[in-house]
């Protein structure tokens, strides 16, 4: 009879098992998909965005030679300022001609040229965004398939336990709040929460630090218009002599390339994390 109860149990944890790795694979099906969108737009936007500023170019050069004298003189005393301090850019008053030109072509070419750097940028944000979700994800499957992972992280009163009909619905209910709680922290904090639920810990990695960096860069990108902060320089150790920090095309490729490494990483521990216990447990006499 104890023999059947410990196969039966040990048949559990295999099935348990099995369905947390197909989960972890669905969702890394899903990441993989949101990583090849964003490829996909930082290679059509950027090609779309130079077309439309050539048809804006030859727009502006036509109208400008439509103007008086004293009208070039106005126009090009604007698009000097705007070349040398588009940031400190105030506009004086102007003809109505001028006036004209500046909303129906110098605008719209000033944003074209911003806006490869924009989409790289909220590529960045997407992607932090995504890996986020996704380590969320796997997590909640992983405590829901074992749920003993969270005894003693939360006390709820009798009053609270009774609410819920169900053992199961308090379980997912239990997670969530946990999971609410983890996911508002920083990066560092999270891979801390990872380590004390499942045991994984990634700190340690050669690349963290690059790993890491790109979440504090997020956040003055979001935050401080991409202004280096004492935040940012303290948990980067950033000596660097750059002020304002953006996204180019080579720092957003090896942003996918690491957080799609990490991304990896973390399910794959914590696959064989659990499939480790379902064997250590199929030995057990």
Same mark, same amino acid.
């Given at each position: 009879m104890e023999e059947t109860v410990a196969l039966s149990a040990n048949s559990h944890g295999n099935d348990e098992s099995t369905k947390l790795s197909n989960a972890i694979k669905d969702f890394e099906s899903l990441?993989?998909? /949101?990583?090849?969108?964003?490829? /996909?737009?930082? =290679?059509?936007?950027?090609?779309?965005?130079? $077309?439309?500023? #050539?048809?804006?170019?030859?727009?502006? #050069?036509?109208s400008y030679e439509r103007l008086l004298p004293r009208e070039k003189t106005e126009w090009d005393n604007f698009a000097n300022a705007l070349t040398? !301090?588009?940031?400190?850019?105030? &506009?004086?008053?102007m003809s109505e001609a001028v006036n004209k030109l500046i909303l129906e072509n !110098? &605008?719209?070419? $000033?944003?074209s040229s911003r806006m490869p750097k924009f989409i790289r940028e909220m590529s960045l944000i997407y992607l932090l965004i995504r890996f986020e979700d996704f380590l969320e994800d796997i997590a909640r499957a992983a405590m829901l398939s074992d749920p003993r992972c969270l005894m003693s992280e939360?006390?709820?009163?009798?009053? =609270?336990?009774?609410?819920?009909k169900t053992l199961d619905s308090l379980v997912v209910s239990l997670v969530d709040r946990v999971l609410d709680d983890v996911m508002r922290e920083d990066v560092e904090d999270v891979n801390k929460e990872m380590r004390h639920f499942f045991d994984i810990d990634l700190s340690n990695n050669t690349d963290w630090s690059e790993f890491k960096e790109r979440f504090y860069r997020r956040n003055i990108i979001v935050h401080n218009k991409g202004e280096v902060n004492a935040d940012y320089t303290r948990r980067c150790n950033y000596t660097g002599s750059e002020k304002?920090?953006?996204?180019d095309e080579d720092y957003l490729d090896a942003?996918? #390339?690491?957080?799609? #490494?990490? !991304?990896? =990483?973390?399910a794959e521990k914590l696959r064989r994390k659990y499939e480790n216990q379902v064997a250590t447990a199929t030995r057990l006499p």
């Open positions: 990441f993989e998909g /949101e990583l090849a969108l964003i490829r /996909e737009i930082n =290679e059509v936007l950027p090609e779309s965005v130079k $077309v439309h500023g #050539k048809r804006l170019t030859r727009s502006l #050069k036509e040398h !301090a588009p940031e400190d850019l105030t &506009l004086p008053s !110098a &605008l719209p070419m $000033v944003f939360k006390n709820l009163t009798y009053k =609270e336990i009774l609410s819920f304002i920090l953006t996204v942003s996918i #390339k690491l957080i799609r #490494k990490y !991304a990896n =990483e973390y």
